[in-house]
């Protein structure tokens, strides 16, 4: 009976239905996790092509570059300069022209900064103050990077006071300013006529040395700049040079000018 029983059990009910699968959406997530990180960890090797993407080394070869690039420029102006003398002696063999011609073109050569330039000089020194710096008087934040470091505009105003005071020629570190030289920053570095230089920044021009110092000492962009000189020890310094001799300017001399569009 109870075999009967069970057949009868068994053929009444049947086998027991199989388990449906539930709609689980934690696995599925667990599984796009898993996905999104495969992803980023191909594409990062992908960009770091087996370096080391937290390391400043794109930097260091950018900088070398520019350095590298900075000497190129510094020889190729060397070069032009013995070129330039070389045809200028060439050409007062006998060129044809009066010692009146002579005498207008030399002077105008003076006024372009295109030859050497003898006289009294007033030498202006900045540099960055260091980086540790407090405000040294009461009333003043503590100091931002910005208020630690020269800038372009500290540059020009020193450039155009000494212009206004009378300056008969200027010389940034160790070149010679024309009428088309700019003076740009980036960064902290001072890029001057495809050169690259660092701080301290040497600013000497030729002229009467006591108006050049009064106008320098008139400038309303220095003398915000002597506030954080006075608060933050921002470099300055003014030095009466004696008789020194500026070189003359050696790059190229071609004007560049933008055209309007018709």
């Known amino acids: 009976m ?76 060397e070069s032009n300069a013995t070129l330039r003398h070389s045809v200028e002696s060439l050409a007062e063999g006998d060129d044809g022209s009066t010692r009146a011609q002579d005498e207008k073109l030399g002077g105008l050569e003076k006024s372009a900064g295109t030859e050497r330039l003898t006289g009294k000089a007033v030498t202006v020194t900045l540099d960055d103050a260091p980086p540790n710096a407090t405000a040294k008087l009461p009333g003043y934040p503590a100091p931002q990077p910005d208020y630690l470091v020269i800038h372009q505009q500290d540059l020009q105003a020193v450039v155009n006071a000494l212009w206004h005071g009378g300056a008969q020629g200027i010389k940034v570190m160790d070149q010679r300013l024309i009428s088309t030289s700019a003076v740009r920053c980036v960064g902290n570095t001072l890029i001057l006529q495809g050169r690259v230089y660092s701080p301290p920044y040497k600013i000497t021009a030729v002229g009467d040395p006591d108006r050049l110092k009064q106008a320098l000492a008139a400038s309303k962009a220095i003398q915000n700049y002597m506030v954080y000189v006075n608060v933050y020890g921002l470099g300055w310094d003014v030095a009466d040079d004696g008789t020194v001799t500026l070189p003359g300017y050696t790059g190229t001399v071609d004007l560049h000018y933008a055209t309007p569009v018709k």
């Open 2 to 77: 109870s075999n009967s029983a069970d057949s009868q059990g068994t053929g009444a009910m049947g086998p027991a239905p199989a388990r449906r699968a539930r709609f689980r959406p934690v696995r599925i997530l667990t599984a796009g996790v898993f996905a999104l990180a495969g992803l980023l960890f191909v594409t990062s090797f992908n960009t770091a092509k087996g370096t080391d993407l937290r390391t400043d080394t794109s930097l260091l070869k950018l900088s070398d570059l520019i350095q590298e690039r900075s000497r190129k420029n510094q020889g190729l102006d």
